[in-house]
C-alpha cells in the first residue's frame, strides 16, 4: 500500500454520496467546478494594473526611465499565476480562452513590431534591396543544395526518398514543437 502526502494545490477526483463528498471538501479544501465562464473582473483588474505600473516613470536629472507597458503587463501576469497557484479559486480562465488571448497579443506584437519597421523599409530596401535578396537566397538554397548533392553522389540514395527525407527535416522542428506541446494548435 502506498501512502500519499497532500500539498497545497493538489486536485484530487472524488466520487461517492454528496453529502459525504461536501463533508470531505470541506474539511480538506474545496469543490473546484471549472467551468467555461473567465473570470472577466479579475483579468481585466490586473490588466489595468500591468497598465499602470507600465505607465510608471522615474526622473534622473534629465533622464526618465519607466518599465513600459509591456513590462508593466508581464509583472501583472506574473502576479495573477502567482495569486491563481495559491488561490485556485481565483482568476480562473478557460484554455480556449488563454490560447486565443495568446495569439492575439502575439498577432498585435507583430503588427506593432511590422508598422514600427515598416516605415524605414523603403529606405533599406532601396539602398541593399538587390544584395538582401540575393543573400537570403544563398543562406536558403545553398544547405539544401549541398545535402541534396552529398546525398544522391555520395551516399547513392534514392534521389525521391532523399527528397522527402530532406522535406521531412525542414519541417521536423514545427512538428517536434506541437508534439511536445509547445504550440497551441490542437
Known amino acids: 500500500m502506498t501512502t500519499s502526502c497532500l500539498t497545497t494545490g493538489d486536485v484530487l477526483q472524488v466520487s461517492g454520496d454528496a453529502r459525504r463528498v461536501k463533508t470531505i471538501a470541506d474539511r480538506i479544501g474545496f469543490i473546484s467546478i471549472h467551468s467555461q465562464v473567465t473570470d472577466l473582473l479579475a483579468f481585466c483588474a490586473f490588466f489595468v494594473i500591468g497598465l499602470m505600473i507600465g505607465m510608471i516613470t522615474f526622473q534622473f536629472s534629465t533622464f526618465s526611465f519607466g518599465m513600459g507597458n509591456a513590462a508593466g503587463l508581464l509583472f501583472a501576469g506574473i502576479m495573477l499565476g502567482f495569486m491563481r497557484a495559491n488561490h485556485p479559486t481565483f482568476g480562473y480562465i478557460p484554455q480556449g480562452a488563454l490560447s486565443m488571448v495568446k495569439e492575439f497579443g502575439l498577432m ?7 508598422l514600427s519597421a515598416g516605415s524605414g523599409i523603403n529606405n533599406g530596401l532601396g539602398a541593399i534591396g538587390g544584395q538582401m535578396l540575393i543573400a537570403g537566397l544563398i543562406v536558403s538554397l545553398v544547405p539544401v543544395v549541398i545535402c541534396f548533392l552529398f546525398g544522391a553522389y ?3 540514395m534514392n534521389r525521391a526518398l532523399l527528397f522527402g527525407a530532406m522535406m521531412g527535416v525542414i519541417l521536423i522542428l514545427a512538428t517536434t514543437h506541437l508534439r511536445a506541446g509547445n504550440g497551441d494548435h490542437q
Do not use: C, E, I, S
Not at 498585435?108 to 511590422?114: C, K
Open 154 to 156: 555520395v551516399l547513392r
Open 108 to 114: 498585435v506584437f507583430m503588427a506593432g513590431v511590422g
